[in-house]
């Protein structure tokens, strides 16, 4: 990729280095459609943390290879008030945790801890099996403030269900961030290759995740993507019209793209003052059988019940307090 233009830029995470790539203004030939669109639902999490949660559903119980989105908040917490998850175990998938706003910190029963910012991400392979916790960070809890974060859940191949557990906990001055070729908006890299960028993050299988913010005014936004990759977009705030019919999508939605095209394309609906946020995320399908079981998910009912033997007899292991 030819950088055209280097320059700094605050973009609300604190980071500062923006890259303009002129040369990666894509142009798609067939524009994917729209499926559906998935309103989420508000659920409670952990000790009572309020989720908007567009899958599982009634309506859509996953979207190969992804199993789980939560959206954690936003709410406005007061001194005392934030709650988490404490101790819980997790086998044959990942979780990857996005904060936007507010401070949460982990620890797990292979000794592994740490602690997540806004903008921070972590991508936990629970492979094997983890017990962790995931709370909101002391300093936090007494000053309360705004949560708001996300929590995707990515299914694993039978052949690494049973891999070693591993993180990668990524600050946000390491997510790389790629200017709109009409200098409109930005992208955050998560995972994959995107505008001649590549993520920090490396993954089992391929995927895809990015977070996109577009100005109102800012031109319509093609992206290429595999026509084999489950692919969709959750709306975070504002209102966007996607794919081929131009369909309407606003916060606390989830479009899910058809795979009848070589591309997406993302636009902030017109007369707005909102700007756009969106993630949108894709992956290559498994098409393996999924046998899921609350925070065990594997290809048989066998080795679900061999998870709950081997997290009740402690071979998960214990967090130390
Ligand atoms: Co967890």
């Known amino acids: 990729m030819e950088k055209i233009k280097s320059e700094n830029e605050s973009n609300g995470f604190g980071v500062k280095t923006t890259t303009i790539a002129k040369d990666n203004q894509y142009v798609i030939n067939k524009n994917r459609s729209i499926n559906r669109v998935i309103t989420s639902l508000e659920t409670k999490e ?7 949660r567009p899958f599982p559903s009634p309506s859509l119980s996953e ?17 005392g008030e934030a709650k988490g998850a404490p101790d819980h175990p997790h086998r044959g998938f990942e979780t990857v945790t996005y904060m936007l706003s507010g401070k949460f910190e982990h620890k797990d029963s292979h000794g592994n801890s740490g602690k997540l910012n806004p903008g921070d991400v972590q991508w936990m392979t629970a492979g094997s099996g983890v ?11 007494d000053s309360g403030g705004v949560l708001h974060g996300f929590q995707l859940w990515i299914n694993l191949p039978k052949i690494a269900k049973m891999t070693n557990p591993q993180y990668q906990d990524i600050p946000s001055s390491k997510i790389p961030i790629v200017k709109m070729p009409d200098g ?5 890299i998560i995972a994959g290759n995107a505008f001649g960028t590549r993520s920090v993050i490396n993954t089992k299988i391929p995927i895809l995740y990015l977070h996109f913010t577009i100005e109102p005014g800012a031109n319509e936004v093609m992206y290429p993507i595999p026509n084999t990759y489950n692919t969709f977009a959750y709306v975070i705030s504002g209102e ?6 131009k369909i309407n999508v606003k916060a606390e939605q989830m479009a899910i793209f058809n795979k009848d095209g070589e591309g997406i394309t993302i636009k902030a609906v017109e007369n707005t003052k909102e700007k756009l946020e969106v993630l949108l995320i894709a ?9 899921r079981y609350g925070p065990f998910v594997m290809n048989t009912k066998a080795e679900i019940h061999q998870a709950i033997r081997d997290y009740q007899s402690g071979r998960l292991g214990m967090i130390n307090h």
Do not use: W
Not at 240 to 245: A, T
């Open 131 to 141: 017990i962790h916790s995931e709370m909101p960070s002391k300093d936090f809890t």
């Open 63 to 79: 979207l190969d290879p992804f199993l789980l989105l939560d959206e954690m908040g936003p709410m406005n917490l007061k001194p």
């Open 46 to 52: 952990g000790e009572g943390f309020i989720v908007h």
């Open 283 to 291: 992956g290559t399908p498994l098409n393996e059988p999924i046998v």
């Open 240 to 245: 966007g019209i996607f794919g081929k019919d």
């Open 184 to 188: 409109k908006g930005v992208v955050r």
